[in-house]
C-alpha cells in the first residue's frame, strides 16, 4: 500500500480475530519506528510498554475497563510521557550534538554553534521542564509575560504547558506506530479510556511517570471490529487557505 492507502485502512479496531497472532518482532520494529516521529526539542521525553505476556495483557485490560479492543487484542503497547527524565535526555543530546557539530559543520563554527546547543540543552530545556509544585513554572509565565511587552516569546511554560507539551510529542509516536503497524497490515486501536492508577501499578511505573495513550494492536476480526463507515466532519468546515 501506499501512504494514501495506508490512512485509509487503518481504522480503530474494536474487535481482533484471536485466531490471528502477531509477530511479536515486527511489532517490536514499529514500536522503533514510532521513535523517529517528530517530538518538541528532541527530548523524546517518551517510553513504550510493549504488552505480550498473558498474565500482564490481562492486567492492562482489566484497567481499561475490559473493552473488546483489549480483551481481543494479541498484544498491547502503552506510550508513557516521562517528564522526570528531562535531565538525562539533555545531556544525551548534548553529547550528541557535540560530536554532531565537530564532524558536519564548518571548523570555524564549531566552537559558536557547540555554545548555542550548550545553551538550549545544558539550561533551557532543563529550565523549561524543571517542576517544582507549580512555582516554577508561575515563574517561567511571570517572565516571559514581562518580556512579551517588548518581543514576541513562546508563552505556554507553565508546568502544565509542558506537560501538555510532551504528551503531544508522545501521540505524534503513537500515530507514527500506528501507521507503521497497518503497513504491515496489522490492526490498531487506540485508547484514552483507563483507569491510570491501576494501570501504573500494573506497569510499575514511576510515581511522576503519565499514561499517554494504550494502543490495542491484532487482525481485525473481518467486519465484526469496524462499526460502519468512518464519519469525518466535511473537510470545508476545518480547512482554512489563508
Not at 521513535?35 to 518538541?40: C, D, E, G, I, Q
Amino acid at each position: 500500500m501506499n501512504l494514501s492507502e495506508i490512512l485509509h485502512h487503518r481504522r480503530s479496531v474494536r474487535v481482533f480475530d484471536k485466531q490471528k497472532p502477531l509477530d511479536t518482532e515486527k511489532v517490536r520494529e514499529c514500536i522503533e519506528l514510532s521513535t523517529l516521529a517528530p517530538n518538541s526539542s528532541n527530548m523524546q521525553l517518551w517510553e513504550f510498554y510493549h504488552i505480550t505476556d498473558p498474565e500482564l495483557k490481562e492486567k492492562v485490560s482489566h484497567a481499561c475497563l475490559k473493552q473488546s479492543a483489549t480483551s481481543t487484542a494479541d498484544q498491547m503497547v502503552v506510550f508513557v510521557t516521562r517528564q522526570d527524565l528531562y535531565k538525562e535526555r539533555a545531556k544525551g543530546i548534548l553529547a550528541f550534538e557535540r560530536e554532531n557539530i565537530k564532524k558536519y559543520s564548518p571548523e570555524e563554527r564549531h566552537a559558536k554553534r557547540i555554545k548555542q546547543r550548550e545553551m538550549y540543552y545544558g539550561r533551557i530545556m532543563p529550565f523549561l521542564y524543571s517542576r517544582f509544585f507549580g512555582l516554577l513554572g508561575f515563574f517561567r509565565v511571570l517572565m516571559t509575560q514581562t518580556t512579551g511587552l517588548f518581543r514576541t516569546i513562546v508563552r505556554q511554560v507553565s508546568e502544565n504547558d509542558m506537560k501538555v507539551v510532551i504528551h503531544k510529542s508522545t501521540a505524534l509516536a503513537a500515530q507514527t506506530f500506528m501507521i507503521a503497524m497497518a503497513n504491515e497490515g496489522y490492526d490498531t486501536c487506540p485508547l484514552e479510556g483507563f483507569d491510570s492508577k491501576v494501570l501504573k501499578k500494573a506497569l510499575k511505573l514511576p510515581r511522576r511517570a503519565e499514561i499517554n495513550m494504550v494502543i490495542a494492536c491484532g487482525v481485525r476480526d473481518g467486519n465484526k471490529g469496524i462499526w460502519g463507515e468512518r464519519y469525518r466532519v466535511p473537510f470545508e468546515k476545518v480547512y482554512r487557505k489563508l
